[in-house]
């Protein structure tokens, strides 16, 4: 009879596909290969500096501001507004659904 083989479970690595031997040998790769960094708690945090003249607003040649545009009203829904061509802005119903017919085979 020849040998056997020694059959193991392998444990891959999911950063880089190293096979371990066992779950303590992946734990010691991932520790040494994939460090998890740890950020201070001040690099968690922002504070948002705003420059004291560029800001962003249009203003005109000398300096000053534009007023600030109101913007235009919504217009009405398109069906409440009383139409002659219930198919506008085509002109038939024709122009709006085509049939079958009308579309060319692509060879």
């Known amino acids: 009879m020849p040998p056997q083989q020694p059959t193991f479970q392998s444990f891959d690595c999911l950063h880089c596909g190293q096979k371990c031997r066992s779950s303590g040998g992946l734990r010691k790769h991932q520790e040494s290969r994939h ?4 950020l201070p708690e001040e690099a968690t945090r922002y504070t948002r500096i ?7 607003r249009p203003c005109a040649a000398d300096g000053l501001f534009l007023p600030i545009p109101i913007p235009d ?5 398109p069906s409440d507004a009383p139409s002659e061509n219930p198919w506008a802005p085509f002109v038939e119903r024709s122009c709006a659904s085509p049939k079958p017919e ?3 085979p692509l060879l």
């Open 35 to 38: 460090p998890k960094i740890t």
């Open 50 to 56: 705003c420059h004291p003249h560029i800001n962003g």
């Open 73 to 77: 009203p919504i217009p009405d829904d």
């Open 102 to 104: 009308s579309f060319i």
